[in-house]
């Protein structure tokens, strides 16, 4: 694999010289390009200590214009209360931007510190595809030194007392590679391969990165003008269908509910404390039909947490700068602290509903997302965070009566917009978008709960019940 | 103090739900009406341990619109890499926003944990006055129970096995009478008193919480709606100008440069690694006239830092959802953590320039920011954080050679454009900001450098000679 980069590869000065001015210019060129074009671009500068990866972070900021960069160093910036990936996922580029990651996610990899590299790596690539997915250039980069430069390197530095402060795990050199070439082999994605540069020469080095990124800006620009022609979406016709099977005429009695929901309050109230302090994370997240009743649901199960440990988030159409990200970015800024619970009044699942059926995503974005959306909640569950989904179902006449009702009433009336009256036209899309949602991302370690909400009191209880197993299981576990 | 709110005022149920349906229709009209004139709201709720703040967390929740609330509990995030504020300030309200803060920045003074009491009411009421000064009303509540009640409820918390498992420091009543009483009134600022109410009964509390906060949204739309007329901005006529007095014919001979250049960056790598491992951290400020060489030096600079500890934040006129929080939100969130650099290409002083010449703001505005501003750096230098801000000074000749040398050069073309010809055009009004600006904020503790710019060679040298000396001394007082 480092064979290549090993060869003793030299450029005179003469020459480097001649062709830097050139390359510099089609460099920032295309930069510019891919401004205009809003593709996002992400570069992972991994490689041996000494090779020169400050180095090359320092000049592809002055080759380019370093105003749309953003430089990524976040190796020792751990914060152990999140997952993993939240912080590579808050630093990835809008559209237009470049992110310049040093080492980025592969630093734990390659120092083999989290757990096993098998599940590191799954991890990276899982992250990676949802990347390319979504739009984003991938570009990595492995700076290699041989042996024998590692080790005069070294020396070098350390005569000048310039050994490097922060890279532990890289005073082992045989170690380093044989870990590296297995990564290396592993996640060497067919749409994102590694390059590997040797650094045996500086000028060398530095003509090998800019051809490596010219090419591959190139190749984004191609990807993003070629119009890509899909094959027309024809929905799956189920003829038994999971949300007609829903039993609506659950109901509760009002004394039986005001018993049962104090009850489970304070259950919840307890469960949510000890979890608190054994740093088990709740993420709840509430779909349904508008009008369901999410908002009623929401304000018990808030009310029973210690307002210290949770937080809503309301999630409405994107802003102009969250849209310029990967969705689901928006909702890795939430991700739950150690501990605590975040509560999603609708969610990332608005990819695959709202977005679907009014059309404001491609076929190919939306059905690409259910994998996206279920390795994403695999990663708040390795993190210890228990996931509850509810899907909140109501009929269509349920809906219509309680449309009315919300016209009538003053409090009520700024819950109800056109908005939802045209959503209650699509019904018969929906029904097929939930049927697929739920069938797809319905998983044994995040589960939909369906909730039978045409009586609320019945449909509170439930939620509330829900995640007080799903917590009691989980603390058990631990 | 707290007299009248420990006698024992109670309302009966009646009386309550004849009351609750106004109110609550009257606040959360009012919550609209402020969402629509844009008025960023702030509340604090803090009190004794089980005097309800919870409860009145969530009852505001329940009464108003959920969607444009933040609800902020911050109390045990405490991630001592950054400076105390940056929490709150990171949380500060949008415009038309509300966010509600569960104790908020009162927790650390109440328990008396972060330094001396009048340190901590310090910043507290330099945070406040910031807010306020920038548009945001504040409200605060002290929820109040007697040392009876607050036994009481303690007693029956404890036999429900329902104690407040995160109020460490709440356990001695009398201390935190004690410490509240000083604090509230210390931080009783004349825009923003304390409101102190009783809460022996639940109903009489929601009423007064109400009623409150009824009364301060009114006074907020009424201050939005008036017009301040202002009196006209009379500039001060200096006769000698610190900006004249500048000795622009210091120069560097190109061997001299590259021996010293080469002796600082190794200087400054030494430092700054030795500065990382201490938990000492910089801030650097760039500004200068268009064209005075800020790109050139911060690439010296940034070339001698450990990538990994080091960032660069390019300032340029703020985004849409930027622009509707206080003007120093985004640099806060940019200041660094503990050990690192975070580089400023122009930055907060904006405000106070290019704000103030462009009369993008009024002059209230930018004319307290002189004192914000002061407040802000005097915040990093506490959480030892060395912040060195240089004004790069060129003559208005060399600017144009300049301006004229980049029109002519193909790669350095994308570096001027008809702003930086308006910008010129003003340049006597920048005089007079800069003047002002180097006159009022130059302080002990962040000082201004003004770096003598015609020869790009000794301007060079002498930012990084500035950084290298006030890290040196930073290191010697640690």
């Given amino acids: 694999m480092f064979e290549t980069a090993e060869l003793k590869e030299k450029m005179s000065k003469c020459e480097y010289e001649d062709l830097l001015p050139q390359l510099r210019m089609a460099l920032f060129n295309l930069q510019q390009k891919v401004k205009k074009a809003r593709v996002p671009v992400a570069v992972v500068i991994a490689g041996v200590s000494g090779a020169g990866r400050g180095n090359v972070f320092n000049l ?22 999140y997952p993993e990936y939240r912080k590579y996922w808050l630093t990835t580029p809008a559209q237009g931007e470049i992110s310049l990651y040093f080492s980025g996610w592969y630093a734990p990899v390659f120092d083999n510190t989290n757990g096993s590299l098998e ?18 250039k991938l570009i990595k980069l492995w700076l290699h030194l041989s042996e024998e430069d590692f080790e005069k390197n ?20 045989k170690r380093l590679k044989k870990t590296a070439s297995k990564v290396i082999r592993l996640t060497d994605l067919s749409d994102c391969r590694w390059n590997i540069i040797g650094c045996h020469d500086k000028r060398t080095r530095n003509i090998s990165v800019m051809r490596i990124l010219i090419k591959n800006l190139q190749q984004a620009l191609l990807e993003a003008e070629s119009v890509h022609k899909e094959a027309d979406y024809v929905p799956m016709k189920h003829t038994v269908r999971i949300l ?45 039909w508008d009008a369901s009743g999410k908002g009623g649901a929401i304000r018990r199960l808030v009310k029973s947490v210690d307002a210290r440990i949770r937080s809503v988030m309301q999630v409405s159409a994107p802003l102009p700068y969250e849209k310029s990200h990967h969705y689901l970015w928006r909702f890795w800024n939430r991700v739950p602290a150690k501990g605590e619970m975040t509560v999603f009044d609708r969610s990332w699942y608005g990819r695959v509903l709202v977005e679907r059926v009014d059309e404001l995503t491609t076929y190919k974005d ?18 210890n965070i228990v996931v509850v989904k509810f899907w909140i179902h109501i009929s269509q006449e349920e809906q219509l009566k309680r449309f009315k009702e919300r016209e009538a009433l003053e409090w009520k009336n700024y819950k109800i917009t056109s908005d939802d009256w045209h959503n209650r036209e699509k019904a018969p899309r929906y029904f097929d978008a939930v049927e697929d949602m739920l069938t797809r991302t319905s998983t044994e370690i995040a589960p939909w709960t369906i909730v039978e909400g045409e009586d609320k009191y019945y449909a509170r209880v439930k939620v509330l019940k829900t995640i007080c197993n799903a917590l009691k299981n989980k603390l058990k576990e631990v």
């Avoid at 099977?245 to 259950?267: A, G, H, I, P, R």
Wanted: with cysteine; proline share 1%; net charge negative.
């Fill in 60 to 81: 592809l900021n002055e080759w380019m214009d370093s105003r749309t960069i953003n430089n990524v160093s976040l190796w020792h910036l751990d914060n152990d209360k």
């Fill in 119 to 136: 599940s590191s790596v799954m991890k990276a690539v899982s992250f990676e595809k949802a990347l390319i997915a979504g739009g984003t």
């Fill in 154 to 173: 070294k020396k070098k530095r350390e005569k000048k007392n310039k050994t490097d402060p922060f890279d532990e795990g890289c005073k082992d050199y």
């Fill in 244 to 288: 007609d099977s829903v039993d609506l005429t659950k109901t509760l009695e009002s004394d039986e509910y005001t018993k049962q929901l104090e009850e489970y309050q304070n259950n919840l109230y307890e469960l949510t404390i000890k979890a608190y302090k054994k740093g088990i994370s709740t993420v709840v997240v509430f779909e349904g």
């Fill in 366 to 383: 939306w059905s690409s997302a259910y994998e996206e959306i279920n390795s994403f909640e695999a990663q708040l569950c390795e993190a």
